[in-house]
């Protein structure tokens, strides 16, 4: 009875030591003996104590961001330009997960001898996708490496998936491998042959900014020394220029002038710009500074003929400003 009793109570302590518990977020593989013979979900579970054991994987999915590796392109032609032997870096980032289900895969993962910690599991893993990538951008331009990175990413993923592929070959199934290329850097040399002409397009567009805001600015200051000249107001000066041709050209000689001065001073000129366009040089100076003058003058007159001296009513002398404005702008609306 006492030896009934003794081994009733070993025999429950081997059962109890037998139920094994696998979290939520793993699975496990049953080694009996030595030999892994079964596929074990989460739960709870029977694990015959001293003579099985467990393997656990982790179910999660793993990202692992890989540093840029350095790859060869080859020289060669892409829509019809050829392009010479480049280096540049990539950034690949892989998802993986162990595989799942009943079908034994996750035993050929374990007799592969694959790490299940997260950052032996990535050192693994590098080499064979940093293969994969250099096979297939090796044999690509370095501009259609930068240009179709969508369609090299498939086919990276299908050398990476490959059926004698390392990663299948050790127990992975297809739908558990995603690798993307997250950057392609070029070197820096490329970088700025390719920014050059992007740079010089701005540097002119600055240049054509600072010419324009210089004219202005030398616009309102010619327009003030007349306006000091004639003993009156800029705004007279403006309408005044408005309706005779004559102090038109006035003003762009006296305007001109001042430029010249300022050259010969070996200081920096309204007109002295670099203009790259067929109207550029002292031909488009003159055309901006008109152009300036216009919208300063805020439009220009329609052809209404020439005013003569004697049809004005009163001469200038004789009129104080506001006089004199009024009388120029019924002179204009009788000219349009």
């Known amino acids: 009875m006492l030896f009934l009793l003794l081994f009733l109570g070993i025999f429950a ?61 080859k020289a060669g032609r892409y829509k019809g330009v050829r392009y010479g032997v480049q280096v540049i870096k990539v950034d690949s980032v892989a998802y993986m997960r162990f595989p799942r289900g009943k079908d034994k895969k996750l035993i050929e993962i374990l007799r592969s001898d694959i790490p299940t910690e997260e950052k032996a599991l990535k050192d693994w893993t590098e080499e064979v996708i940093i293969a994969a990538i250099r096979l297939v951008l090796g044999q690509k331009t370095w501009k259609e490496c930068v240009e179709e990175i969508d369609k090299l990413k498939k086919e990276i993923e299908s050398v990476f998936k490959d059926a004698d592929g390392a990663l299948l070959k050790a127990g992975f199934d297809k739908d558990d491998l995603i690798i993307v290329i997250k950057e392609i850097k070029l070197s820096k040399e490329l970088e700025e ?18 010419a324009e805001a210089q004219a202005r600015k030398w616009v309102g200051m010619v327009f003030h020394t007349m306006a000091l000249a004639e003993g009156t107001s800029i705004k007279v000066i403006q309408q005044r220029i408005k309706i005779d041709k004559s102090l038109q050209k ?52 329609k052809d209404g003929g020439k005013e003569k001296e004697e049809e004005r009513k009163k001469p200038k002398e004789q009129m104080e400003d506001e006089e004199y404005l009024q009388y120029l702008e019924e002179e204009q609306e009788k000219a349009e």
């Not at 979290?23 to 001293?50: I, Q, R």
């Not at 762009?252 to 790259?276: C, G, H, P, T, V």
């Not at 366009?277 to 007159?301: P, Q, T």
């Open 13 to 73: 302590l081997w059962v109890i030591k037998s139920v094994k518990i696998i979290g939520p977020k793993e699975m496990a593989v049953l080694v009996t003996l030595g030999n892994p013979t079964a596929v074990l979900d989460s739960g709870l579970n029977f694990v015959p104590y001293l003579i099985c054991s467990l393997s656990k994987f982790p179910k999660k999915m793993f990202n692992f961001d890989y540093p840029a590796r350095e790859i060869v392109t």
């Open 250 to 301: 006035k003003f762009m000689n006296y305007a001109l002038s001042i430029n010249k001065d300022l050259e010969m001073a070996d200081r920096k000129a309204i007109f002295k710009f670099i203009n790259e366009g067929k109207d550029g040089g002292f031909a488009g100076n003159l055309a901006l500074f008109a152009r300036l003058l216009g919208e300063a003058l805020k439009g220009d007159r």
């Open 193 to 210: 042959s390719l920014m050059a002409p992007e740079k010089k397009r701005l540097e002119k567009d600055a240049a054509d900014f600072e």
